[in-house]
């Protein structure tokens, strides 16, 4: 009789002891997704901005056709991007196919930006100029928003892989999260050049 109780006990703390695992797996799995919205709605806001912005642009550059297009373009695959991504943030590919998207817009930007320096009464535009604050201002809320993310995801890999949850994570389905990190994560480890 004792060895059934003891049994039945022993039974109970490993079912509970895995109900756990599981609902911990959940819950951080629940939040980098949750971090990943943040995240949506940033980049959102920044697409929404660069229409306007090539707009004020091209009253001043009639001839940087190409530019713009490029930037439109670009955008329009950085939307595409965060649409898969934001259906599966737990994706491999799809946090890969909006960072490489992102890389090639702030590519396009990036361009768009050394042009408008080249018209001084574009850069003195008031309008141009808030809107060239707002998206710096946004760019910032990106990368806040990434920096939660990414510690959302590392919270919830470094869980998964820790004993004994990594004898459970792989059974019930639970795959590693992937860092979003677009093209300028290598520019920002590197330190800057002054030049005097």
Known sequence: ??????SIVIILAIA???????????TLRNRFKNSFAQIEVQLKRRYDLIPNLVSTAKGYMEHEKETFERVIQARNQAISGLKAASDAPD????????AQAEGMLQNALGKLNVVVEAYPELKANETMSQLQEELTSTENKVAFARQAFNDAVTTYNTYKQ??????????????DGKLLEFADSEAIQEAPKVEF
């Open 162 to 175: 820790t004993f004994p949850p990594v004898l459970f994570a792989n059974m019930f389905g639970f795959q």
């Open 1 to 6: 009789m004792t060895s059934l109780i003891v």
């Open 16 to 26: 509970v002891l895995i109900v756990s695992i599981y609902n911990k797996l959940v």
């Open 91 to 98: 994706s491999d590919a799809a946090i890969s196919q909006l």
